[in-house]
Antibody, heavy 120, light 107 residues
């Protein structure tokens, strides 16, 4: 059974940093691209970032302006998202999701999300 | 960036009725479009990919159609568990983008 378990969310002050993790199990992690999607309270889904199966290619939403960094450790079956220079607009539930293929595609399995709250 | 516009924002229907949801892209995405369902407090679930292919375990009452810039998700006969928010997503161009969503509510 595919499982994705996000962690690392919490309350952070504006301008602060946070690192999110997503522990994967139930599939061959190194064979699939992975994605982060976020959802602000009461709002729609926003695609954030994706990384290829081997980690050699990463993609980001234009709106992030270089503040976020996606990475993965295939030996630990774990996906990461480093969030820097956080603002209130980054407050959201962050979901990690598995792509259908080795290259970024649609997301067929999702975690339950981790909440990031940016507030003073 | 490709903008996906979903309509209507809200669809009020009764169980057993047919639901027709629209997603329009600001430029062609070929057939690289998916549909997701999200219920309150839950993660999204993939329903349709590549415009018309049903994902694993998705009931046959869900169908997708379209190509280029205009796409449709049809639910042939609404079941109580189908009342939710539906999103389209394109994977034709970076960055990937989602539509704003259509809420299907009980009339």
């Amino acid at each position: 059974e595919v499982q994705l378990l996000e962690s690392g969310g919490g309350l952070v002050q504006p301008g602060g940093s946070l690192r999110l993790s997503c522990a994967a199990s139930g599939f061959t992690f190194s064979s699939y691209a992975m994605t982060w999607v976020r959802q602000a309270p009461g709002k729609g889904l926003e695609w954030v970032s994706a990384i290829s199966s081997g980690g050699g290619s990463a993609y980001y939403a234009d709106s992030l302006k270089g503040r976020f960094t996606i990475s993965r450790d295939n030996s630990r079956n774990t996906l990461y998202l480093q969030l820097n220079s956080l603002t209130a607009e980054d407050t959201a539930v962050y979901y990690c999701a598995k792509s259908m293929t080795t290259v970024t595609s649609y997301s067929d399995y999702w975690g339950q999300g981790t909440l990031v709250t940016v507030s003073s | 960036e490709i903008v996906l516009t979903q309509s209507p924002a809200t669809l009020s229907l009764s169980p057993g009725e047919r639901a027709t949801l629209s997603c329009r892209a600001s430029q062609t995405v070929s057939s690289y479009l998916a549909w997701y369902q999200q219920k309150p407090g839950q993660a999204p679930r993939l329903l349709i990919y590549d415009a018309s292919s049903r994902a694993t375990g998705i009931p046959a009452r869900f169908s997708g159609s379209g190509s280029g810039t205009d796409f449709t998700l049809t639910i042939s006969s609404l079941e109580p568990e189908d009342f939710a928010v539906y999103y389209c997503q394109q994977r034709s161009n970076w960055p990937l983008t989602f539509g704003g969503g259509t809420k299907v509510e009980i009339k």
